[in-house]
């Protein structure tokens, strides 16, 4: 056991459990805010942003600045992990979190193009850029503490819980939205209502700083830190690359499907609802306030899960599923009932959280301490651009073109059949120490043979 094992080991249960939960809210209240943009944007940017379009094609055009925050998730997660690499975990999830509360309270101030005319979509595109390279920073930052302070028995239970910040962040944003949406008349919620939704992120924030300014910084950056171990990175994400590129193949492999079934889940069928189907409103938010709500309570067992019986087959399992499930998933969407949207939304995120409940541990086992902020953001953020970024707009798309969903069903179907491949290829990870990992990343570096971590 190297020194920095020895102290995470070493410290006290309840710093984990404080670990834990920081993380939690902190990424519960960041991924409210970047949620709460998709919300929007199925429901009302298309009228107040873009309102020289059709309904449908103003839906598309807000999700086509929807989909600047995932081409920013990239970016941010290259920065945030290159300074989480260099001098810490704690510091750059305080900036982090800053920047959303910033962005989306400013969204909540915008004027709309009936006021400033086109200046109002380039200034929503701007501030969705921020957003984008915010959460960029902050997932690799959130997962990492958790399973830093952890054990390695129970690594995938513990990085497992800022996962539910995802399904506790959209119910948070889809319940705000779903209130408003409630209590106000169309006229007013288009006015003011879904401002108040935005404004909101800034009294989050200030909650979200102050647990978070109470952690200390993860035992094992501090130890490989002191070790000389971190300093001697200058470009971690390039060492990720020369000496990981297997293993940000698998991680972007597990995220493919995992962020393309999740989008098409919880962003689309909101505007397929409203502009195809022609539900009411309240119908589509409050699935996902239900989805959302069983997936935040089944997630953490999926997580516990692969502790017990590995990341693969639990990962596998939860791709496959939904890849059957994107065909049966329209059908009941497409009936316009209220308990027929709901059954659906709630079984696609269960299934959902097969995968990602897992994902963080599996991802940030594919990489040792020095570079592995770098590494694992690298994987998780940039197959954004290519799977949830374009997975609304796809959709979209797709129904325009062919007038039906059978297209959207193959095209999650696909996705996810690309996720059951990377996770039945990795190498099981599930009660490997960091200590393991990192010593077989020193023998990689130093040219010496060893078995691949993840084939």
């Known amino acids: ?114 006021q400033i005319g086109v200046a109002a979509p380039v200034l929503l595109a701007m501030l969705r850029f921020v957003q984008g390279f915010a959460v960029g920073g902050e997932w690799g930052g959130a997962v990492l503490m958790a399973g830093e302070f952890g054990d390695a028995r129970r690594r995938g239970t513990w ?20 209130v ?33 300014s109470t952690l200390s910084e993860s035992p094992l950056f501090e130890a490989a830190e002191a070790e000389a171990a971190v300093a001697l990175e200058p470009a971690p994400a390039l060492q990720a690359l020369k000496h990981r590129p297997g293993g940000i193949a698998i991680g972007a492999g597990l995220k493919f499907g995992e962020n393309i079934s999740y989008y098409v889940l919880t962003t689309f069928s909101i505007a397929y609802l409203a502009e195809t189907v022609h539900a009411k409103r309240q119908i589509g938010l409050n699935a996902v306030l239900i989805g959302s709500f069983v997936e935040m309570l089944t997630l953490p067992l999926f997580s516990a899960l692969s502790d017990r019986i590995g990341r693969r087959p ?74 949830g970024s374009l997975a609304p707009v796809i959709a979209v798309a797709l129904l325009q073109r062919t007038h039906s969903t059978l297209a959207i069903s193959i095209y999650v179907a696909a996705a996810c059949a690309v996720s059951v491949v990377a996770a039945l290829v990795g190498r099981e990870t599930k009660g490997l120490s960091f ?21």
Do not use: C
């Not at 819980?161 to 705000?176: D, F, T």
């Not at 008349?185 to 647990?211: C, I, N, Q, T, Y």
């Not at 791709?319 to 049966?328: D, G, I, K, L, Q």
């Open 180 to 212: 408003m949406a409630a209590t106000l008349s169309e006229a007013d919620f288009l006015g003011w209502g879904w401002r108040v939704a935005f404004l909101l992120s800034g009294v989050l924030v200030a909650v979200g700083w102050w647990v978070r």
């Open 1 to 114: 056991m190297t020194t920095a094992e020895a102290a995470a080991v070493r410290r006290p249960r309840s710093s984990l459990r404080q670990v834990i939960v920081a993380s939690l809210i902190g990424t519960t209240i960041e991924w409210y805010d970047f949620f709460l943009y998709g919300t929007a944007a199925a429901l009302v940017f298309g009228k107040l942003f873009f309102p020289r379009s059709d309904p449908l094609t103003g839906v598309l055009q807000a999700f086509l600045t929807y989909s600047l925050g995932f081409v920013a998730r990239p970016i941010g997660g290259l920065v945030f992990g290159h300074f989480g690499d260099r001098i810490g975990r704690k510091r750059l999830l305080m900036a982090s979190l800053v920047l959303m509360g910033v962005s989306s309270a400013a969204m909540g101030l915008l004027p709309t193009y009936a």
């Open 435 to 455: 200590a393991e990992i990192d010593a077989w990343g020193g023998r990689v570096a130093s040219g010496m043979d060893a078995p691949s971590p993840i084939l």
């Open 159 to 178: 990085a497992g819980w800022p996962q539910v910040g995802v399904p506790a962040g959209n119910l948070l944003a889809a319940g705000v939205m779903a």
């Open 314 to 387: 639990v990962y596998a399992f939860g791709a496959a599923a939904m890849a059957v499930w994107a065909f049966v998933f329209f059908a009941l969407l497409h009936s316009g009932g209220a308990v027929a949207v709901a059954g659906a939304m709630a079984v696609g995120l269960i299934l959902h959280g097969a995968m990602y409940g897992p994902q963080a541990a599996f991802i940030s086992e594919l990489f040792p301490t020095r570079y592995r902020y770098s590494g694992a953001s690298i994987a998780y953020q940039v197959t954004s651009i290519f799977a």
